[in-house]
């Protein structure tokens, strides 16, 4: 399992509606024009914004993309906030089924948007495959010994669907191949990218032959470190491709198998 996935779960029993599932970290822009944190790409938009339309997605992956720049409350079917006084120990997965105001309706910066839930049922069947993009047999010639595949955020109506290969008995050697699309953003994909990549010294390197655009990213923060290749695809999608103490060399070759199966 790859370090950021060792953290997300620790923080899935501990924050609001949460998910093993969770949006990779953005490192600081150190160089770059422009702005160099999430908030302050939400501050350099322009308001009043249209209301996204996120009717049918998950909680936990709205709130970190699309719902990300707004004042966000929400509504579970017990009458609770899961976002701001979530119930303890671990919050449940919940669905979108209303948003107020209405999708497309104009909000200021500091305006509430409220969002109405209904839980996700943990039989239901999955939507997408993401451990088809790179086989099992394949990843493990190229991370050098046998891997188990897991599927993860595969429900109806995500936007950030990954597979988790990992080395039995080897934590923190596993590889995370994951695909974010419309809706998984603050803004749009392009912004993502630059927060994700960065122009300052040792924030990423730029790669040739993967994408629209690609770069592979140190993330010193993480334990262990962990190294990203971020890449820009068309139709608003970033797939990125974590390793600890990963190769550069390693994620694009998975990288490229699995562009080459999503399309």
Known sequence: MTSRRLIAVVAALVCAACSVHHPAPRPAVTGAAGPKTVQQLCDAQTWPRPVPNVVGRLLYQAKDGALECYQLKSVAPDGHDPLNHPARPAEKTYRIVA????TGTPVGRSDAVTVELAEVDP????AFRPCDWVTATEAAGIMGGPVNAEPLGAEPG????????????DVG???EVDLQTSGAFAVDASSEFALATGT????GTAVDGVGLKASCV?????????TTLVVLLSGERILRVTQGFGSCTNL????????????
């Open 99 to 102: 948003v107020s105001p209405a």
């Open 123 to 126: 039989t239901e069947p999955p």
């Open 158 to 169: 995500s936007v950030d669907v990954a597979c988790i290969y990992d080395k039995p008995h």
């Open 173 to 175: 050697d596993g590889v």
């Open 200 to 203: 300052g010294p040792g924030t």
């Open 218 to 226: 140190n993330e010193l923060t993480t334990t262990p470190p962990s």
């Open 252 to 263: 694009k070759r998975l990288a490229q198998l699995a562009i080459g199966r999503i399309g």
